[in-house]
């Protein structure tokens, strides 16, 4: 950890310690009598149409299981904030009467436990405080530390690869040729969406960067890749679009500044994961993230290719602690990402974006659509897992 300037980066300075104790935690209350149940045991949360119910509201600084249970009678999904909304975990796509397992590290602070029924708006707020001081440094097994850097050295080399990217779309932007900027803006977004939990978990930047036009309101203004987007792909112009341009350029580079302070954790590479696939499901298959351009497909590979490295990293850690998940997952890796693949497209054929290596999300049909969705709900449960068996170390 090497300090930086991050007065200099709003809302930064927490963020840092709170991913760095988060690396540092154990699991001090797994003393209980049998060695995988937490002496506290879960903390049932109520997720309902018009309450968010939290059964203990005070709890020590350590590692969390909440138990999400929808009461709701739409999907729901629920997130703990830290201050300034910084996501420390969520759970998205919890059906009505389902239930769903989310664990976190929380050193000392306030957040909010937020249920979100129909997984838009601000959600139903529940304040929780955590008190004490944060466990030691949890030593990790060989396997584990492996996986871990090695995820390090891949958020950092996409965080890179995004800083270029991005640098051909601005630029593009900046000259005034607006083909060339809608051919360099699909291979910009895809390494933003391989590290997307990662960029969620620093709080304001990744609306900045990431926002939907949804999200705007008087007093926040449309900015970041998405407003670039409607811009160039449905008014079909560049004016207006240098501002928004340069702040993106900014707020990318402040992102890898950021990146090279987080601390990562078998955990948070596990929740991450998870939470990958939930994007998948909520904002992909759906066409809702990408609605000008269509590029719809490469968001949806990007955040499979990131929760498939994060899965390659631990899996000879999840080999030793559960070998049928991971034979499970060494299926359906390969299912959808070769269902993925058929939707490839060239230039000339039919749905084909310049820029993109795959199809417009116009080009698929319902059938199309319903297949992906299946694919994606198949590979979720699964995926679900790692985070238990990884925390349970
Ligand atoms: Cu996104």
């Given at each position: 950890m090497k300090p930086l300037d991050l007065t200099a980066l709003a809302g930064s300075a927490a963020a840092l310690t709170l991913l760095l104790a988060g690396c540092g935690s154990s699991d001090t209350s797994s003393t209980g009598a049998n060695g995988d149940t937490k002496a506290d045991g879960p903390i049932a949360v109520d997720a309902g149409d018009k309450k968010c119910g939290v059964a203990t509201t005070d709890l020590p600084a350590g590692r969390h299981t909440f138990k999400v249970t929808s009461s709701s009678s739409q999907v729901t999904e629920v997130y703990v904030y830290a201050d300034g909304d910084r996501i420390v975990g969520e759970v998205e796509n919890i059906g009505p009467a389902t239930s769903r397992d989310l664990i976190v590290d929380l050193p000392a602070g306030t957040y909010e436990v937020t249920c979100k029924p129909g997984m838009v708006g601000n959600g139903i707020r529940t304040k929780i405080a955590v008190t004490g001081a944060e466990a030691p440094a949890q030593t990790l097994d060989q396997n584990l530390q492996a996986a871990v850097d090695s995820y390090r050295t891949y958020v950092e080399t996409e965080t890179r690869a995004l800083i270029d990217t991005t640098k051909t779309f601005t630029d593009a932007i900046a000259a005034g040729d607006l083909d060339a900027a809608k051919t360099a803006y699909p291979t910009a977004r895809l390494h933003y969406e391989r590290i997307e939990p990662i960029a969620e978990s620093f709080g304001d930047l990744d609306p900045l960067i990431d926002m939907r036009i949804d999200d705007a309101t008087d007093g926040t203004p449309f900015v970041g890749f998405h407003a670039l987007e409607q811009l160039l792909f449905?008014?079909?112009?560049?004016?207006?679009?240098k501002p928004l341009a340069s702040a993106l350029t900014t707020n990318v580079a402040k992102l890898a500044e950021l990146v090279k302070t987080v601390e990562f954790t078998p955990l948070v590479m596990g929740n991450g994961a998870k939470s990958l696939l939930d994007e998948v499901a909520k904002s992909k298959v759906t066409g809702e993230?990408?609605?000008?351009?269509?590029?719809?497909l490469v968001d949806f590979a990007g955040n499979v290719d990131g929760a498939k490295y994060v899965y390659t990293a631990l899996r000879p850690a999840l080999e030793e602690k559960n070998p049928k998940l991971v034979a499970t997952l060494d299926q359906r890796f390969p299912a959808l990402i070769s269902l993925l693949d058929t939707h490839l497209a060239t230039k000339g054929s039919d749905g084909f974006i310049p820029g993109s290596p795959y199809v417009s999300y116009d080009a698929l049909t319902p059938e199309d659509v319903k297949a992906l969705a299946v694919e994606v709900d198949a590979i979720s449960e699964p995926l679900g897992q790692i985070s238990g068996v990884v925390a349970a170390q």
């Open positions: 449905e008014k079909g112009t560049l004016d207006g679009a993230e990408e609605r000008y351009s269509r590029i719809d």
